[in-house]
């Protein structure tokens, strides 16, 4: 700016500082640099500053009566200057078939005005396009000395922004290489500047936005592992994890500093009511960077809010199935958009716990690989009943057990009649690749069909008096010398769920 220009002809350097601390470094402007090195590491910086600009509008002028006609570029500056509307950016295609300009916000109309009579003629004729105006932009800029022949700085800078749902609607580079703009839309600057310094300044650390809905007994635990994982995700993966949103079927909280995961429950139940659609838009509207939406419900209103979320570039990480089982072409939908928006859609917890089969299975097929056969023993719900069940405890009560101590989905029908299953063998397949649906699976049901009517009590009366089936069951398997397991199989194109006598 001119105000420095006379120090700067003296190279004398020029120090800012922050009032309220005074005491930091600060920035100095100088013309030697030399010096110019990332404090951490020791490797000269390529890029020196971030920067912006609010309140922009995009002028864009096309048509095909431009191309090869000399003086367009001219007639369009000169209207402008006459109005003294100064041009902060210029970019034109090589095609000649247009050219855009930005300027000042608040001139928009005056530049409008001053365009359309420069062009009245071309217009009536339609050898130009009217003047298409674009506004609530920013320009967001990399600034650096030794950007000059660096390969794959503009190539960073809009990956970075891009995988955060940024979308860049012009850019202009000088010849000097010194300066990379972007415009973009002015609710992004916040995200764009945040992403873009994290890419280029903060070798440290990558901030992660969590956004986690469901606190029953998986949730809860999550927040726990969490607040004790902290300082490893810190250390050891660089990862500095926030939690901004959390919810549950009662109480919703945000804070963008990050919920305090030492009084979580405490926190959330001073929450306010919570509301599905609300919470989505919060999500949307706070705009930060590296956002995750963590699902651990078994809610399929909850499933039914993911394509928002993927189509605003936020992650989403689910642990409940309803999505990944529900109709292919909805599935197919948000792996598409997932891949689309440059973000994730990942639900490796459905089948298969903890464990990696989700991601193996991934691996393998994308190496090439084809599935031709897969069995499995999937319900660690099932596994349980069958593994305690002899016959000398009541089946019903063994059941019960398992709900208890937090083998069941909320509703146990949902893992002794197959269901549950059913859904993770039909992800299982679709990840080999498979175009599969829950009527494509035979379900082979142990269960008596009085047990799969009426409420959760009913379901437990019923089981009661249903005992004799149950321990039937049982002394068949003892009497072959094997194990009852709820075996899911997929084998050329085919898929079936129930109960098989295995070999101890």
């Not at 404090?39 to 096309?62: A, F, H, Q, W, Y």
């Not at 903060?202 to 994982?229: H, I, P, R, S, W």
């Not at 190496?367 to 405890?393: M, P």
Request: with cysteine.
């Amino acid at each position: 700016p001119p105000t420095i220009q006379p120090v700067m002809a003296k190279n004398i350097p020029v120090w800012i500082k922050n009032t309220f601390s005074p005491g930091d470094y600060g920035t100095v402007i100088t013309r030697d640099t030399s010096n110019d090195t990332n404090n951490e590491s020791g490797i000269p910086n390529i890029v020196r500053g971030i920067s912006s600009i609010n309140n922009i509008t995009l002028l864009s002028l096309e048509g095909s009566g431009m191309i090869g006609i000399p003086g367009f570029s001219k007639r369009l500056f000169e209207s402008l200057s006459n109005e003294k509307i100064n041009v902060i950016l210029i970019t034109q295609s090589s095609s000649e078939h247009s050219i855009c300009v930005a300027i000042d916000g608040s001139l928009t109309a005056r530049a409008k005005q001053a365009v359309d009579q420069a062009f009245a003629n071309e217009i009536a004729l339609q050898k130009v396009e009217p003047l298409i105006i674009e506004t609530d932009l920013s320009i967001v800029a990399l600034v650096g000395e030794n950007m000059k022949s660096h390969p794959g700085i503009s190539g960073r800078m809009f990956s970075a922004m891009g995988r955060n749902g940024v979308n860049v609607r012009a850019i202009a580079q000088g010849s000097s290489e010194k300066n990379i703009s972007s415009v973009i839309a002015r609710k992004d600057v916040r995200k764009a500047i945040n992403v873009l310094h994290e890419e280029f300044f903060e070798t440290t650390y990558k901030q992660v936005n969590l956004f986690v809905t469901g606190t029953g007994n998986v949730g809860a635990k999550l927040l726990d592992q969490m607040q004790q994982q902290l300082s490893f995700l810190a250390k050891h993966m660089r990862l500095q994890v926030r939690l901004v949103g959390l919810s549950n079927s009662r109480k919703m909280i945000f804070n963008d500093e990050g919920i305090d995961l030492k009084h979580w429950k405490e926190l959330l139940a001073k929450g306010e009511k919570a509301d599905l659609q609300l919470y989505t838009q919060e999500i949307i509207q706070r705009n930060l960077r590296n956002s995750i939406f963590v699902d651990i419900t078994a809610n399929e209103e909850v499933a039914s809010i993911y394509d928002k979320l993927l189509q605003k570039s936020i992650s989403v990480v689910a642990c409940n199935k309803i999505a990944a089982s529900s109709q292919y072409d909805n599935y197919r939908h948000l792996k598409d958009l997932a891949r689309e928006y440059n973000c994730q859609f990942l639900f490796e917890t459905n089948v298969g716990a903890g464990l990696p089969v989700i991601a193996t299975l991934n691996d393998l097929v994308n190496s090439g690989d084809q599935v031709h056969r897969i069995d499995a023993v999937l319900s660690g719900t099932l596994n349980f009943v069958f593994n305690n069940y002899d016959g000398t405890r009541k089946f019903a009560d063994v059941v019960k057990q398992a709900q208890d101590e937090g083998y069941t989905e909320p509703d146990p029908r949902l893992d002794l009649g197959g269901t549950d299953v059913m859904r993770k063998i039909m992800i299982l397949a679709r990840e080999s690749g498979q175009k599969i649906e829950m009527k494509d699976i035979e379900n082979h049901s142990f269960m008596p069909a009085s047990c799969m009517e009426g409420s959760v009590e009913d379901f437990y009366r019923a089981m009661s008096t249903e005992e004799d089936h149950f321990r039937a069951l049982v002394e068949e398997a003892r009497s072959k010398g094997c194990k009852l397991k709820f075996v899911a199989s997929y084998r050329d194109g085919k898929a079936s769920v129930g109960l098989q006598h295995i070999d101890p």
